[in-house]
């Protein structure tokens, strides 16, 4: 699955010297047009142009056929991959659908909304802070699939897109992680893998 692309690929980079870390929001180049369906991948520091996003998944040539991607998967443009900030801060605005972001299109099942949004923000900020979980696991404000948000969660999830945007500031993201409890990844969360079932699945 895409996490396992891009977690792969970040850790060859690291060992390379190149500094890299997992990203995860929403591609518009897998899904029915319109839909942003939740995807991760590799951003990596390119000296001369700063901060890229690689899809590793569409390394393959067969892959990149098959979606009929036309542009360069080593070189993601932003516009095509949203990372979960940007989105998040995108529906709070009005400026998007939150029913066009999620796993699934609506019509497919209940992946998808404001909700999923929010889980992909707290992983995104995990991984800004080296702590890539699963894509299933889920903690905090939602966890669980509550399709409605309160306006406190929101309000927190405000404050978290804001570090966890295209343009991150790490210290201010590590601060975040570190203070806050609901946003912070907890040792034990809840695993929402669809082979297994909803469980508790101890972390450390």
Same mark, same amino acid.
């Given at each position: 699955?895409?996490?396992?692309?891009?977690?792969?690929?970040?850790?060859?980079?690291?060992?390379?010297?190149?500094? %890299?870390?997992?990203?995860?929001?929403?591609? =518009?180049?897998?899904?029915?047009?319109? $839909?942003?369906?939740?995807?991760?991948?590799?951003?990596?520091?390119?000296?001369? *142009?700063?901060?890229?996003?690689?899809? !590793?998944?569409?390394? =393959? !040539?067969? &892959?990149? +056929?098959?979606?009929?991607?036309?542009?360069?998967?080593? =070189?993601? !443009?932003?516009?095509?991959?949203? &990372? %979960?900030?940007?989105?998040?801060?995108?529906? *709070?605005?009005?400026?998007?659908?939150?029913?066009? $972001?999620?796993?699934?299109?609506?019509?497919?099942?209940?992946?998808?909304?404001?909700?999923?949004?929010?889980? /992909?923000?707290?992983?995104?900020?995990?991984?800004?802070?080296?702590?890539?979980?699963?894509?299933?696991?889920?903690?905090?404000?939602?966890?669980?699939?509550?399709?409605?948000?309160? =306006?406190?969660?929101? +309000?927190?999830?405000? *404050? %978290?897109?804001? &570090?966890?945007?295209? /343009?991150?500031?790490?210290?201010?993201?590590?601060?975040?992680?570190?203070?806050?409890?609901?946003?912070?990844?907890?040792?034990?969360?809840?695993?929402?893998?669809?082979?297994?079932?909803?469980?508790?699945?101890?972390?450390?």
């Amino acid at each position: 699955m895409c996490r396992d692309f891009a977690l792969l690929y970040c850790s060859f980079l690291r060992h390379a010297g190149i500094p %890299a870390r997992l990203r995860s929001g929403f591609a =518009d180049y897998f899904g029915p047009d319109g $839909f942003h369906g939740d995807h991760v991948v590799t951003e990596y520091w390119d000296p001369a *142009r700063g901060w890229l996003l690689a899809d !590793p998944q569409l390394a =393959d !040539p067969v &892959v990149c +056929e098959r979606w009929k991607v036309d542009f360069d998967p080593m =070189d993601v !443009p932003r516009d095509r991959f949203i &990372v %979960a900030g940007k989105a998040w801060r995108a529906i *709070r605005a009005g400026d998007a659908d939150p029913r066009t $972001f999620g796993l699934h299109p609506p019509q497919e099942g209940p992946m998808f909304g404001e909700w999923f949004v929010a889980h /992909d923000v707290r992983i995104d900020l995990a991984a800004l802070n080296k702590v890539e979980t699963l894509l299933w696991d889920t903690w905090g404000a939602g966890a669980g699939g509550e399709t409605e948000m309160s =306006d406190s969660a929101r +309000e927190l999830h405000d *404050r %978290a897109s804001a &570090v966890a945007g295209d /343009d991150v500031p790490f210290d201010a993201a590590r601060k975040l992680f570190a203070e806050s409890e609901e946003l912070r990844t907890p040792r034990t969360v809840l695993s929402l893998a669809p082979f297994n079932g909803p469980s508790e699945v101890a972390l450390r």
